[in-house]
């Protein structure tokens, strides 16, 4: 019997940009923090998942939304960084273990073994990258969807996507021309998925408009909430509504302030820290609570580990869980003993700044495309640079800051996802009446890059390679794998990728992508600039 490698005291994790030496983690603990067992735990989670996906096919009518809403929960805990606790992600196994059982006694038909993921890890280099960049897409997929299905929205055809992914990974007899197509499927459906979830968000809390945050915080008592989900955020907004708590946004969730219906509370006051990786070092000395919503979390040091919340598909072994009934009161006890700070702290950003700018979403960018249309043709400006995604503790990521500072006068910057957290403090000044630097939103925020892209291809009669604007994106985690992939599914080029290449991509994975797609690592800022000005 094949050895499952998980199993063993050592760990196999190569899906984040940090994991070691580039080639993969394989101690007693990832990089992440992530422990052997947790790694083992969520692999047998995923191989149960695959199980559940292939039963599935074979009870076709039994398939409920409590299935679907199982495969996307699961998915999402195994993304780096959501969910360190044995206990929760055990549970989880045992419910889709039981799912799985239902499914097969109705319709008559034998349950499927659970996958064994030391068969994929140790699989032919180049079907085990495949195999690995469908699974972690459709990770990235799940997470969407999830917040998607958390304001009531979900697409069938997310939902069956994800079981036939899982299939296709747990094969071992599918050859790469199957594999192929179902990695760019990969980006299609996460397409549709942003679609959703962008109706989601603007519907239920307006469109985005532009806004200037402060990077201080005020004295008394105050709440830090951190991760990517809008719905908890407003929950607590209401919770903590005329009791004399302040609440702060961090990472991610900088750009809740853009949307009408949560700028409306008059104390959701402004932006705590900065990007995920540096919060064993913000939060260290913090008088106040965070709640965690998703992803990004990291192993709490003791100094703050008893201030520590987490909600939905987070969880950290001794933390505080808020249930699905999203009762914050534990939170809001915490902050309330806690105190906050005794005089108004003034926070910096990372190049100095005290204040910093969000939502240029695509409504309040198209809105304006007359301007920048005419500011283009007229020569005032040359180039647009999207700069951003997600950002690591990894070094080389100064590269950004730095790129950023060297973007000539007459070239627009726009940023999305906590990758911007490098240079979004920084004064860039304006060109032709717009702000050169201009912050989409969270990575969730993506369609609104997109649609931006298109939209201007359309008033300029060509492609969208054919603009004068270039991708230099930052890659961390699974999100980041869909994202890119869906990219590609729109035929978008010439792409610059960094600090590092994905470990899971064998050479010849990679030279397909280059052949195709013109995807190159990113070099210094002074030879990449001078190669996409070109």
């Not at 100095?352 to 969000?358: A, E, L, P, R």
């Not at 005032?380 to 973007?407: E, M």
């Not at 280059?514 to 030879?527: D, K, L, Q, R, Y």
Request: with cysteine.
């Amino acid at each position: 019997m094949h050895k499952d490698k998980t199993m063993d005291k050592k760990m196999f994790c190569f899906q984040c940009e940090q994991t070691a030496a580039c080639k993969g983690c394989s101690g007693s603990a990832g990089v992440c923090g992530k422990k052997a067992a947790t790694a083992g735990i969520q692999d047998q989670l995923t191989g149960a998942l695959i199980a559940l996906a292939c039963t599935a096919e074979k009870s076709q009518d039994a398939v409920t939304d409590h299935t679907h809403d199982l495969v996307m929960q699961c998915l999402f805990a195994t993304l780096t960084n959501v969910n360190f606790d044995d206990t929760a992600l055990r549970e989880m196994l045992a419910q889709v273990q039981a799912e799985t059982q239902r499914l097969a006694a109705a319709g008559s038909c034998q349950a499927a073994p659970c996958y064994d993921m030391g068969k994929l890890w140790s699989a032919e280099e180049d079907l085990r990258s495949l195999r690995s960049l469908i699974l972690f897409g459709i990770r990235g997929v799940a997470a969407y969807a999830w917040h998607a299905a958390v304001l009531g929205l979900r697409d069938a055809s997310v939902d069956s996507f994800l079981l036939k992914a899982l299939r296709f990974v747990g094969s071992e007899t599918a050859g790469m021309d199957e594999l192929l197509p179902v990695v760019m499927e990969v980006g299609a459906v996460n397409l549709t998925c942003m679609e959703l979830l962008d109706k989601g968000n603007t519907e239920t809390f307006g469109h985005p408009r532009p806004v200037e945050v402060s990077l201080m915080v005020e004295k008394g008592p105050f709440i830090v909430v951190t991760g990517h989900d809008l719905h908890d955020l407003k929950l607590l907004l209401e919770q903590t509504k005329d009791k004399g708590i302040n609440i702060y946004t961090h990472g991610e969730m900088l750009p809740a302030h853009a949307y009408p219906e949560l700028s409306c509370y008059s104390h959701l006051k402004g932006n705590f820290g900065t990007a995920w990786q540096n919060q064993q070092k913000e939060f260290a000395d913090l008088p106040a609570p965070v709640l965690f919503t998703t992803n990004c979390l990291m192993p709490p040091a003791k100094s703050y580990a008893d201030r520590i919340f987490t909600t939905a598909v987070v969880s950290w072994p001794g933390a505080v869980h808020i249930g699905p009934d999203k009762d914050f009161t534990p939170v809001i006890e915490k902050a309330l003993e806690l105190g906050g700070y005794a005089e108004d702290r003034q926070g910096h950003g990372i190049n100095g700044g005290t204040k910093v700018m969000t939502g240029f979403a695509r409504n309040t960018v198209l809105s304006v495309a007359d301007t920048v249309i005419k500011a283009v043709k007229a020569g005032q400006i040359r180039h647009f640079f999207l700069v951003g995604g997600c950002d690591g503790a990894k070094s080389g990521r100064n590269y950004y800051t730095d790129f950023v500072k060297q973007v000539p006068e007459d070239c627009v910057v726009l940023t999305l996802a906590c990758g911007k957290y490098r240079f979004n403090d920084l004064d860039l000044g304006t060109i032709g009446g717009l702000p050169r630097l201009m912050d989409m939103g969270q990575c969730n925020d993506a369609y609104s890059a997109i649609q931006v892209a298109v939209a201007l291809a359309g008033a300029f009669n060509c492609s969208v390679n054919d603009l004068p604007l270039s991708l230099v994106l930052s890659w961390y985690e699974q999100k980041a794998v869909c994202i890119l992939l869906t990219l590609l599914h729109l035929g978008i080029k010439n792409i610059r990728l960094g600090p590092s290449l994905p470990a899971f991509v064998s050479p010849n994975v990679l030279n397909f992508l280059v052949e195709n797609f013109g995807i190159a690592p990113i070099t210094t800022p002074e030879e990449d600039l001078k190669a996409l000005l070109k």
